[in-house]
């Protein structure tokens, strides 16, 4: 009984051993036959963090966009591209005062860079600061060259609040968020 036992127990070790066993790379590939995962390649490349966030984004997975932009930031550190994203995904989930906060270094750190600008208004204009959110729209308006329509709208609303205080867009207030690349999100104000 005792080496019918132990043999039970030597039996999944030595088939590890074999060509085809837990070592080899065959398990790696998907098996058609098998309903399960294939394992993951510890040697494989991790998807770039802020590409995963931005999708997210887009998703509305503001949560997990975040966790996205934070391991971004572990890998990249705190680029002006990586605080901008986080500012953006703080925004979308409402707070305010992180990112701004986080905004307004990545503006520090990248003063050329309308993207970062126009964010920073939108959090300026959440916050109910409109003047100074006009003025952030403007500089992030001349330094994009009038290029982006995402910017020209959160401007425009700017300064219509501004002219008059108690201006409501009649389609609602939508101010945009925009990111570096082909994306924009919006942020809408609930009612």
Known sequence: MRRGSLLLLLLPLLAACSAGGLGSDARLRPDPATPYAPALDPRGEAVDGLLVGHRLMQAGQYD????AFL???GDQGLTPEVLTALG???LALGRLNQSERLLRRAVED???WPEAW???GVVLMERGQVPEAAAIFRRAYGLDNGESDAIRDNLRLALAKMENPGYDDPQGQDYKLVRR???TYLIRRAM
């Not at 997990?64 to 966790?67: G, Q, V």
């Open 181 to 183: 690349g082909s994306g």
């Open 64 to 67: 997990l966009a975040l966790d």
């Open 118 to 120: 126009n964010n920073l």
């Open 71 to 73: 391991r971004a930031a």
């Open 88 to 90: 953006s995904a703080n």
């Open 110 to 112: 990248a003063p050329d």
